[in-house]
């Protein structure tokens, strides 16, 4: 064992590369996508190092495409959701008492092989499984998964260097030890980052952990085990378990050992989660900790000083890249009546060129939607839109699923701020418009803080530093990423940490040193050199 102080590197965001015609890039990525087309698998839970797999296959096809069938994941039950909790408990001990700059060297590693010879496979993943156009998996699956792993061991080390002041004859330190029992951490369909960095966190801090991510990601996992294993992730520390969540939520939350939930995904669910941590609060050895980001109702509200290309540029962006289906999406927007014309005008034409279909062409813009259950949902809303008086259809409204979940982008307009398009989360490329009158920007903007429980993104767009300054006061607390002259999506590790506030989740902000601090749980040492021997004090005399 080593006795000096060793720093981790500098982290710096991965460049994005641009996959452009003819760029080795692109021909490495197309290659990977035809061997991944012709290569079926059939994808094992990882309990303790050991693949597992079972009697229950699950077919997995692409969104965009019925019959591109990729493989099969195996399905497990109520036996691996056990074994996985008993794997992470044995491995605990001796991960925990690892150097943690051994653990920081697995995870950098990690960040290593997917920005090189893991790059392909775990965009190639992303774009079949999960349907993203090549720019949509490059700034997720390789870029910010990459981010996440480099600054949080950045991070770490900033944690650890934390320590409290010590007066005359005595030495405090501060010790982060990670949580007493596993990690629970439950990811969402529709970022591989995310996933990927909700089960590595608790990890990098020295815990060991049960993931159990949702089904349509199912593909990408796969290879983040691989690169977690190839980078030397000893056995039990990460655990996969592809498990229906109430299966493993029913054993998980009734342990003794549970420690803490590290969830993505929406907010009924981890209200019920929650709930249910609650009711059995009397089982646990400690208060688990839980941290959950989790659905939003993302605006962009726009000033009469504001640009209409820029704005109408943003809500295309905003609303429609990766089909609308990210939590920080914008899909309520506020337009002065005096820049209206123009950002309807400029929304018609661009709207228009707009390519929907494979990912593997790569002039379309937008893909499928993930799965039948939200092509079902978000089609509804479409629907019903069509049928409610309150609205007015201004571009798109049209979908198809003869070949795979295809959705055009659709705009909306509404007279009525409260219309349900303007406060439930839909999850897809339906967006809705609402104009108001010049002179009413305030109001609206109190409008904007009121209309929903949610609290994820939102923007504002203004040339005028007033009309900025009165929207970032009124909406202080309406979005825990607020953007001025930006679309409200694709924050950056160690730019912009991500987390909302209110129905949004308990903005532990991830991709940053926050959300590691719920991972330790710091226990005080007091050393003393002069330790008194009498116990009367002098004012006794
Ligand atoms: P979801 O809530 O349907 O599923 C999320 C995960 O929870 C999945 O793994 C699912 O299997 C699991 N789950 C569902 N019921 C469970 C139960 N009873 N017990 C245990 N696990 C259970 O979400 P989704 O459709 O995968 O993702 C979309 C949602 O995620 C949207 O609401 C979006 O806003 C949100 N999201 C939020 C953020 C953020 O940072 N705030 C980021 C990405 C996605």
């Keep these: 064992m080593s006795n000096a102080f060793f720093e981790i590197p500098i982290p710096i965001n991965e460049p994005v590369k641009d996959f452009r015609d003819g760029s080795i890039e692109k021909k490495e990525l197309l290659n990977t996508i035809q061997e991944m087309k012709k290569n079926q698998v059939d994808i094992p839970m990882i309990i303790n190092g050991k693949e597992v797999k079972t009697s229950k296959k699950i077919e997995i096809r692409a969104p965009h495409n019925h019959k591109l069938k990729l493989g099969t994941f195996n399905e497990g039950d109520e036996s691996h959701v056990k074994m996985a909790i008993d794997a992470a408990l044995k491995a605990k001990k001796e991960w925990g008492s690892m150097s943690w700059q051994s653990r920081a060297s697995i995870f950098l590693k990690a960040a290593e092989l997917i920005a090189g010879p893991y790059r392909s496979k775990i965009n190639g993943s992303t774009m079949l499984g999960q349907s993203k156009n090549v720019f949509q998996a490059e700034i997720d699956a390789a870029c910010e998964f990459i981010d996440f792993l480099n600054f949080n061991a950045s991070y770490m080390e900033e944690i650890y260097k934390n320590q409290p002041e010590s007066s005359d004859g005595m030495w405090n330190r501060l010790d ?15 970022f591989t980052s995310i996933a990927g960095n909700l089960c590595a966190s608790p990890a990098l801090m020295g815990n060991t952990v049960v993931w159990k991510p949702a089904y349509p990601q199912i593909y990408s996992a796969n290879i983040i085990m691989e690169v977690f294993k190839e980078a030397g992730l000893p056995d039990g520390v990460i655990n996969i378990i592809y498990v229906d969540g109430p299966v493993a939520g029913d054993i998980i939350f009734k342990h003794k050992e549970f420690a803490g939930l590290h969830f993505t995904g929406s907010t009924a669910v981890f209200k019920n989660l929650w709930k249910e941590i609650g009711n059995n609060v009397d089982r646990y050895k400690s208060y688990p900790r839980i941290v959950g980001e989790t659905g939003g109702k993302d605006f962009i509200i726009a000033h009469k000083s504001a640009n209409a290309k820029e704005v ?11 089909q609308g289906q990210k939590c920080s999406a914008p899909s309520r927007i506020y337009l002065a009546k005096s820049i209206w014309g123009d950002v309807k005008k400029n929304l018609i034409q661009d709207i228009k060129d707009i390519k929907v279909g494979d990912p593997e062409d790569f002039s379309n813009f937008m893909n499928a939607v993930i799965e039948e259950k939200a092509f079902k949902k978000i089609t509804s809303y479409i629907d019903d839109a069509k049928k409610d008086s309150d609205l007015e259809l201004l571009v798109g409204g049209n979908y198809d699923d003869s070949k795979g979940y295809f959705i055009d982008p659709t705009v909306f307009i509404t007279k009525n701020p409260n219309n349900k398009l303007m406060e439930e989360e839909i999850f897809g490329p339906v967006t809705c418009i609402y104009i108001y009158e010049d002179e009413k920007y305030e109001e609206t903007l109190k409008l904007v803080d009121n209309t929903s429980p949610y ?18 006061r009124v909406l202080e607390y309406a979005a825990g990423n607020f953007y001025i002259n930006d679309k409200p999506t694709g924050a950056v590790v160690g730019q912009q940490p991500f987390g909302g506030g209110r129905a949004s989740g308990t903005n532990d902000k991830a991709g940053s040193y926050l959300n590691l601090l719920r991972w330790v749980s710091p226990r005080t040492i007091k050393e003393v050199y002069n330790t008194p021997k009498d116990y009367r004090y002098p004012f006794m005399d």
Aim: charged share 15%; with cysteine; hydrophobic share 50%.
């Design 176 to 190: 982060y030890r990670p949580l007493e029992g596993f990690v629970f951490a439950i990811s969402p369909f529709n």
């Design 312 to 322: 109408s540029t943003a809500i295309i962006r905003g609303c429609f890249e990766f």
């Design 455 to 472: 609290a994820l993104t939102g923007a504002v767009f203004a040339k005028e530093q007033i009309a900025i300054d009165l929207a970032n």
